[in-house]
């Protein structure tokens, strides 16, 4: 039997590479789609796909209750809404920002009347409407528009609410991204110390990708830390055993001729720490020195 269930019509402003694969799901999933995208021409193929492609972005917010932006950053965002007329509307903005640009933005969208959700996407453009990519995104801010829009917001890609403060998103967002180049940083090392050598990198990386993983879940045992103030519990490796270690990544940085600048810093805040007193405690006193 034919689906009779009608999609809520989408209007998404931003049709870069996030921009069109966001668009390709909704149209995919019967969603009624308008679009506006700075350069038109970007616009074509969609059209073609069952878009309807507005004029002007004002035009493209009249058309319907709920607007997803997806622009560059937030200075395209303001040049784009701005004259556009928001009350009444949903707006939901997956452009990368910062924590205070998303706070900033739900304030001035709540001025002019219209309900705002900020959203962190964890995905890159191919994981889009491909669920088992394992993409998602963070939403914060209004409740009552996620709750009303929560299936057409699940159809590109996974959702995590993460509460009402409509910085939160982004804060995840950059938080696990923040991670991300931590371990980026530590492979780029990892790897130029073997660069000299007769070792293929090849070989090296599925080490290194089963390394990474099965160090990970030390973070759980760091939030538990955290959440009890005492960073002994659990200890495997203590503090003072790692900074009496740490000449010897030194050392073999500088006879593989491998800068330390990557490391460095991070043995500086450990040494640091053990220089407090703090020889038994697990690494997560760090993070105290880098809150200032
Ligand atoms: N692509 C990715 O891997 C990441 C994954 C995680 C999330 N990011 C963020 O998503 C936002 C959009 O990213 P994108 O990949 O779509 O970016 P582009 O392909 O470069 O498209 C940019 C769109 O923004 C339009 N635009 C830029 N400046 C302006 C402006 N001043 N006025 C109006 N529109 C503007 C641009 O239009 P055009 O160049 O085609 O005319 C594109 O539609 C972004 O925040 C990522 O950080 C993506």
């Known amino acids: 039997a034919p689906n009779t269930v009608e999609k809520t ?50 035009d493209a917010v009249a058309a319907n209750t709920l607007t997803v ?28 920002g910062t924590p205070a640009q998303a706070r900033a933005r739900a304030e001035w969208a709540r ?50 609410y993460v509460g009402e403060d409509a910085g939160h998103a982004a804060l995840h967002d950059v938080a696990l991204l923040s991670a ?14 073997i660069r000299k050598e007769d070792i293929d990198p090849a070989s090296l990386a599925p080490l290194l990708a089963d390394w990474l993983v099965a160090m990970a879940p030390s973070v759980h045992q760091t939030a538990d830390q955290l959440r009890s103030g005492d960073y002994t519990k659990g200890v495997v490796s203590s503090l003072a055993m790692q900074v009496a270690g740490a000449p010897t990544f030194l050392s073999t940085a500088e006879q593989q001729g491998v800068s330390p600048e990557l490391l460095s810093p991070y043995f500086e805040l450990m040494r640091r720490r053990l220089a407090e007193g703090s020889g038994e405690e697990d690494l997560t006193g760090v993070i105290d020195l880098l809150v200032r």
């Not at 088992?132 to 409740?143: K, M």
């Not at 991300?180 to 110390?193: I, P, S």
Request: hydrophobic residues 45%; aromatic residues 8%; charged residues 15%.
């Open 9 to 58: 019509p989408v209007t998404l402003l931003g049709l870069g590479a996030m921009g069109t694969a966001l668009a390709r799901t909704w149209l995919a999933a019967g969603h009624p789609l308008t679009v506006w995208n700075r350069t038109s021409a970007r616009a074509t193929a969609l059209a073609a796909e069952g878009a309807r492609v507005a004029d002007t972005a004002a």
């Open 69 to 96: 932006v997806c622009l560059l950053d937030d200075t395209s965002l303001e040049q784009v809404l701005a004259g556009t007329d928001l009350a009444g509307r949903d707006l939901v903005n997956l452009t990368t």
């Open 111 to 160: 001025e002019r009347g219209a309900r705002y959700l900020d959203g962190g996407i964890m995905a890159v453009p191919p994981m889009i409407g491909v669920p088992e990519a394992g993409g998602y995104v963070f939403y914060s801010g209004s409740r009552e528009l996620f709750e009303a829009h929560r299936e057409t917001l699940a159809t590109p890609a996974g959702t995590t």
């Open 180 to 193: 991300m180049y931590g371990m980026f940083a530590g492979a780029a090392h990892a790897f130029a110390l």
